[in-house]
């Protein structure tokens, strides 16, 4: 098998649209030895698939009909052509994916799972360099596309803020971005102002990756979030059509539920519930493209009203940094999230989400941090798989997806089997 035995797996039940359980008894085994096949090869409860099964889940999903319908996007040429902006190879909004799209991205990090664990090394993108232009703060999601470049192989040249850079002087976007492409072979950018990334790529046909645009989109985010969501639902037994997704905290300045509420209306049925303080709705034409494929948006006023039997709780942090008339100040206590809250409405498999940083400072009624010990809480796992999207990301748009599987080496270093001493049981199952 050139791939992975939980890649493979794991594109199987994708391309069929099953669940665990459905799966499981679509090839006739017993659902725990399908649990043990899709854990990683690192894990002690690891088992290899017979080769029979293997044999048998390529049959069904080389079914003529099945064939023809997932090979459709193949045939309609290379990932990166088709999210291409204007026939440049740049990643600015979740609007360049379709359903496909997206899942053929979800493949490539897959492919990139082993070498995010610190099992395997790749230097696919040796001699490349990324610019790491961050004019607003970032911790994560500037670490974390510089970590996921460099283990592709490749080096990362960063700068931070507005202070340190030419464009204090008076340099426009146009001269900036022109100067950086000369200097490296992909940009990441994050800016205050919305629409600024895209003033960005304009200037420049390097790749350009939108790394947040003030209240605007966060696409990458957006994408770890719902490779995060399929990937909780996979263990779960669960499909992302038809479930139901609550949105909680600033919906309006929060740029990471515009790209994600969008990315998940690309599934059917959804049914979407949006819980925010007055003022912070979700803007209306969000919600209106949102509601396409018969999926639903409900506004509701109350965390009891909104988290009521929801699969997925996506809490938010509120954006003051953002903030031109708003009174409102953050959350009061009634808009906190906490574990006697998600005991209340929420069933043992709901679970929780938090694009990060939260506020754990007492009184910021944010995600609350008595939630950490509980296997429901997402936001590591969540964090962890920004590494093999980002990843996934750059590949793509660099063109090296398909070498990345040949170019595996083992890891030379001991690493732990779980990255934090505190993680849940769930940790590393998928």
């Keep these: 098998m050139t791939i992975s035995q939980q890649a493979f797996l794991r594109d199987a039940m994708r391309r069929l649209n099953l669940t665990r359980d459905v799966f499981a008894t679509r090839i006739g085994v017993k659902r725990r030895a399908l649990d043990t096949w899709l854990l990683p090869e690192g894990s002690q409860e690891f088992r290899a698939m017979p080769e029979v099964v293997q044999r048998f889940v390529s049959e069904i999903v080389q079914n003529g ?11 309609e040429g290379p990932l990166r052509d088709r999210i291409a902006v204007e026939g440049k190879h740049q990643l600015l909004s979740v609007d360049q994916f379709t359903r496909e799209s997206v899942e053929d991205l ?29 004019f607003e703060a970032s911790t994560r999601t500037r670490v974390s596309f510089g970590s996921a470049f460099c283990r592709l192989g490749g080096s990362v040249c960063d700068t931070t803020g507005f202070t340190f850079s030419s464009m204090a002087k008076g340099e426009s976007i146009y001269d900036t971005s022109r100067v950086m492409s000369g200097y490296v072979d992909a940009m990441v950018i994050r800016h205050p102002d919305q629409g600024s990334v895209a003033e960005f790529a304009r200037a420049t046909n390097i790749p350009v990756v939108n790394g947040g645009d003030g209240p605007g989109e966060h696409p990458s985010q957006a994408l770890l979030d719902l490779y995060t969501i399929l990937t909780e639902f996979s263990r779960l037994g669960k499909l992302l059509d038809g479930a139901h997704i609550a949105m909680v905290g600033d919906l309006k300045y929060g740029r990471t539920v515009h790209s994600l509420i969008k990315l998940m209306a690309l599934y059917k049925n959804v049914k979407f519930s949006l819980v925010s303080p007055k003022g912070l709705e979700m803007p209306s034409y969000i919600i209106e493209q949102a509601s396409r494929n018969g999926n639903v948006i409900e506004q509701k006023s109350s965390l009891a009203e909104g988290l009521a039997g929801a699969d997925v709780i996506y809490a938010t942090r509120v954006q003051k940094e953002r903030f031109a008339n708003e009174e409102n100040e953050g959350y009061t206590p009634d808009f906190q999230i906490n574990r006697a809250i998600i005991d209340a409405y929420c069933s043992p498999e709901t679970i929780v989400m938090h694009p990060l940083p939260r506020d754990s400072r007492p009184g910021a009624n944010d995600l609350s941090v008595d939630l950490n010990h509980d296997p429901r809480l997402a936001i590591f796992r969540q964090t962890d798989n920004g590494i093999p999207i980002r990843m996934a990301i750059f590949a793509v748009l660099l063109g090296v997806e398909g070498l990345v599987q040949h170019s595996l080496r083992d890891v030379t270093w001991q690493h732990p089997s779980h990255v934090g001493p505190d993680d849940s049981t769930f940790h590393g199952l998928d």
């Design 106 to 134: 979800f493949r490539v990090a897959d492919m990139m799972q082993p070498i995010a664990r610190r099992q395997k090394v790749s230097r696919v993108l040796e001699g490349a360099v990324l610019g790491n232009l961050f």
């Design 65 to 75: 009909v099945l064939l023809e319908k997932y090979t459709q996007s193949v045939q």
